[in-house]
């Protein structure tokens, strides 16, 4: 999916935001050069906040230079 978006759509940088207890999501997002740069909490629209709960997240992003040195080796 990262190739397509940096080959078909031209975008300088992709992010992903897995659930902090979801590490098979984590390690995809490591393994495919992405960098953790933040946590946050994702939080439901108050319409939902009756059967919701905030949910904690990372913010990992892979810019396009990272993805371009990692298809070259």
Request: charged share 15%; net charge neutral; aromatic share 14%.
């Given at each position: 999916?990262?190739?397509?978006?940096?080959?078909?759509?031209?975008?300088?940088?992709v992010?992903?935001?897995?659930?902090v207890?979801?590490?098979?999501?984590?390690?995809?997002?490591?393994?495919?050069?992405?960098?953790?740069?933040?946590?946050?909490?994702?939080?439901?629209?108050?319409?939902?906040?009756?059967?919701?709960?905030?949910?904690?997240?990372?913010?990992?992003?892979?810019?396009?230079?990272?993805?371009?040195?990692?298809?070259?080796s």
């Open positions: 999916m990262v190739d397509y978006l940096f080959v078909h759509i031209g975008c300088f940088s992010e992903g935001t897995p659930n207890n979801n590490i098979a999501s984590i390690k995809m997002q490591e393994a495919a050069g992405a960098v953790r740069i933040s946590e946050e909490m994702y939080q439901f629209p108050v319409s939902m906040a009756a059967y919701t709960t905030p949910v904690p997240h990372y913010i990992y992003q892979l810019y396009r230079p990272t993805w371009e040195q990692r298809r070259k």
